[in-house]
């Protein structure tokens, strides 16, 4: 056969082979063009390619809503293939999660743990003593405690009633049983006086004795005490009887029932105070003088014999449970009162509470008549 026929044939055959040897040289390219979903079928070219399936987050625009233009994935030199919307989207939300950088837990506040603090007082706060505890002026404290109660004596004192209940026509004496309230604040009225670490107070209360169950002389309030005072108080720091000294206090102080002729009674006073405190403990301590009046106007002259010329209360503070002892004792006349009293927890800012008085001066017109006294009520904080 001449040359140019097995020329001619050998371009023949290389024309009917190469589709074929071609196909046969890269098999998978032709498996990734016959896939449906273009999803899978892009996978499909990049594993071809050796490239990952996720474009880096630098390079991928963040996808922000569905009519975002698709993004293109380059696998190779000469082939470009257009990526969906979903594998864009989930592209830029796993680039968003892997730059959200993890906020630190936030780091609770220091407690203070001291004994006061845990028992929800302290003398520091009830006088505002130091800066963490100022709160300014014009502002309603608490000072006495404030109840109500019912009580119950054996041996009312009738004697100064008798002759207005004779001009009443009244046959029957004092109830047993009375209720008994007590209200009262303070208000600072200068902070810092004189560039001083001095505060002054001013404090008002009130106790009344209310004969809520004798019908007969329709129910009258039987006595009322008022008693405002001004203070001057300081803090102080050292050490007395192994409790530490908290404030001075110097007053003075007006105490009266309103009343007129034999029935008014009243007196006025300057005092210092001193204020202790230790581990759930508190003690303060008064000595007084009274203000004398002239004769005509002194309606309760013997009223130290009495009252003495000082008192003392003590308090513990445990789990809610407030325990104080007021102690009153003039050494001379060998009379005083003594008055116990126990407020526990019931419901927010509303305690239980039970008192047992003995002594003289439950209250100005008993001044000077002794009776033993017990109640049960409610007490109030703020």
């Known amino acids: ?93 796993s680039a968003k999660a892997a730059a959200t950088v993890t906020e630190p837990a936030p780091v609770p506040a220091a407690v203070d743990a001291s004994p006061e603090a845990t028992r929800g007082f302290s003398l520091a706060d009830h006088w505002e003593l130091d800066q963490e505890h100022k709160r300014g002026v014009f502002n309603f404290r608490p000072h006495q405690v404030n109840y109500l109660m019912l009580t119950r004596t054996a041996h009312p004192n009738n004697e100064p009633y008798r002759p207005f209940r004779r001009i009443a026509d009244l046959t029957s004496d004092l109830a047993h049983s009375e209720l008994v309230f007590q209200l009262g604040f303070k208000m600072k009225l200068v902070e810092s006086a004189f560039d ?124 809610g449970n407030d325990y104080s002892a007021l102690l009153r004792r003039n050494f001379s006349t060998d009379r005083g009162a003594v008055q116990l009293s126990w407020a526990f927890p019931l419901a927010g800012h509303v305690k239980g509470y039970a008192q047992v008085f003995s002594g003289y001066g439950q209250s100005l017109i008993d001044y000077n008549y002794y009776q033993n006294v017990v109640g049960v009520g409610l007490l109030g904080t703020f």
Request: charged letters at 15%; aromatic letters at 8%.
């Open 1 to 93: 056969m001449p040359a140019t026929h097995y020329r001619l044939l050998s371009i023949a055959s290389l024309l009917v082979l190469n589709p074929v040897m071609a196909q046969q040289a890269d098999p998978g390219l032709a498996g990734c063009a016959h896939i449906a979903d273009a999803g899978q079928r892009l996978a499909c070219y990049d594993g071809l390619a050796g490239v990952a399936p996720a474009a880096s987050a630098a390079a991928m625009p963040a996808a922000s809503s569905v009519s975002a233009v698709p993004a293109v994935t380059r696998t190779s030199p000469d082939m470009a293939v257009v990526a969906s919307p979903d594998r864009t989207a989930s592209a830029a939300a």
């Open 196 to 319: 001083k670490p001095v505060d002054l107070w001013f404090g008002y209360t009130q106790n009344s004795f209310w004969q809520a169950g004798n019908h007969e002389a329709s129910s009258p309030f039987r006595e009322t005490n008022y008693q405002p005072e001004l203070m001057a108080v300081t803090p102080l720091h050292f050490s007395v009887l192994g409790m530490n000294a908290r404030f001075l206090n110097l007053g003075l102080v007006h105490q009266s029932n309103g009343q007129t002729s034999t029935l008014s009674r009243s007196w006025n006073r300057v005092y210092a105070q001193v204020g202790l405190e230790r581990a759930g403990w508190t003690v303060t301590g008064r000595v007084w003088k009274r203000l004398n009046e002239s004769a005509a106007d002194d309606d309760n002259r013997d009223i130290i014999d009495y009252m003495g010329r000082g008192d003392v209360v003590v308090t513990y503070r445990n789990n």
